[in-house]
């Protein structure tokens, strides 16, 4: 007798651009061609992020799906949107299995990160507990915890919760959006691009601090693809400022603001080297498509980039988070050899192709709930 195959309601954040509307894409994509998926509660959030906004419809939705439908087998929810989700699931379908995509750091683990390096930075900012409590509120509830990284699945070890953790990384991208392009002949010798949000957690001092420490010519250059965050004036903001101005006297500093999702590959190949600095991450998509335009990647430790953890020095360097000086190292070892970065380049991109691309995520992940369903 054919084992009955569970019944799937995915939280479903609508269509973006992000990692994390990515990965709730390729979720979705992959229940629905594994014929799993019986219902998507499409919901779309308050303007401003607001969390309980954004959870309230989630939750309405499910019930409203159990109403018509009935009882799903399993309820999959984003993490740090899931909670009032599964506080519903928990009362109107008992039996199902809470599923809980993790794309980050356990919270408890990312406040002491944070929070321990804005101390270092001298700047009076703690993150707040409530992220903690209501995150580990959705960990507790969940019955079974999805990481797409070993750097994220090693945070919930340490907390004691292995039991729950099921591994579905590492992380891809899109193969067909993702290619190497032609290194523009524009003036610049060596060029190291940091792409996302620019603010204390992301490193984004420690890359000023390396260049600086690496001490280029006038030909090299340090990219941020994004904008200093959080708001003008604040502490962190000018901090973050402060650092940039500081690196741009030591050396060629350039903020080029965010690109649009097809100016991206773009930028990729016009830097040499891709760099995240980060003191926290989930899984790290940006390393992802830097390796597949083809470009080495220097990264942190906590960066959750699994194929550069498996191929370290083949493909680029892992440094420690916090170390502005193995940064520094790393930046100063393919600023010298040209040959270097085209080597590990190729690699990179070999590495990533042979990973496989969304596709491999979405159905993998389907895999992975049948095999949870069935034992």
């Not at 502490?235 to 400022?241: K, N, S, T, Y």
Request: proline share 4%; hydrophobic share 40%.
């Amino acid at each position: 007798m054919t084992a009955k195959r569970p019944r799937v309601v995915v939280s479903n954040y609508g269509v973006g651009d992000n990692s994390v509307l990515l990965v709730n894409k390729g979720i979705l994509d992959g229940v629905r061609a594994a014929g799993l998926l019986e219902g998507d509660i499409v919901w779309r959030g308050p303007v401003g992020n607001d969390r309980y906004g954004y959870e309230q419809q989630a939750a309405t939705a499910l019930r409203r799906h159990v109403e018509v439908y009935g009882a799903p087998d399993m309820v999959v929810g984003q993490a740090c949107f899931a909670l009032a989700l599964f506080r519903v699931a928990e009362q109107a379908c008992p039996d199902a299995v809470r599923v809980l995509q993790r794309d980050s750091t356990h919270e408890r683990t990312c406040k002491e990160l944070v929070d321990a390096e804005m101390v270092r930075c001298d700047l009076p900012i703690s993150a707040d507990w409530g992220n903690v409590t209501h995150s580990e509120a959705e960990y507790e509830s969940a019955h079974v915890i999805t990481v797409l990284s070993h750097w994220v699945e090693r945070t919930f070890i340490d907390r004691g919760m292995g039991r729950k953790l099921v591994y579905v990384g590492p992380q891809t991208a899109e193969l067909m959006r993702w290619r190497p392009g032609e290194r523009p002949d524009d003036g610049v010798d060596f060029r190291v691009m940091v792409a996302g949000q620019m603010r204390v957690a992301k490193g984004t001092h420690m890359a000023c601090r390396a260049w600086s420490r690496m001490g280029g010519g006038a030909d090299d250059q340090l990219v941020f693809s994004g904008h200093p965050e959080p708001q003008a004036g604040t502490p962190e903001r000018l901090f973050i400022d402060n650092e940039v101005k500081e690196a741009q006297a030591n050396g060629n500093v350039r903020v080029i603001g965010w690109g649009r999702l097809e100016e991206m590959p773009l930028r990729y190949a016009a830097c040499d080297v891709y760099c995240l600095p980060s003191f926290q991450e989930g899984s790290s998509m940006t390393c992802v498509e830097a390796m597949l335009c083809g470009r080495p990647v220097v990264a942190t430790e906590n960066s959750g980039s699994d194929l550069l953890e498996e191929h370290n020095g083949e493909v680029g360097f892992m440094v420690p988070a916090g170390d502005d000086k193995a940064l520094a190292d790393a930046f100063e070892v393919y600023r010298r050899d040209p040959e270097l970065r085209r080597r590990h380049g190729t690699k990179a991109r070999e590495v990533a192709m042979e990973a496989g691309g969304s596709g491999r995520f979405a159905a993998g992940y389907a895999r992975a709930l049948e095999n949870v369903w069935s034992g």
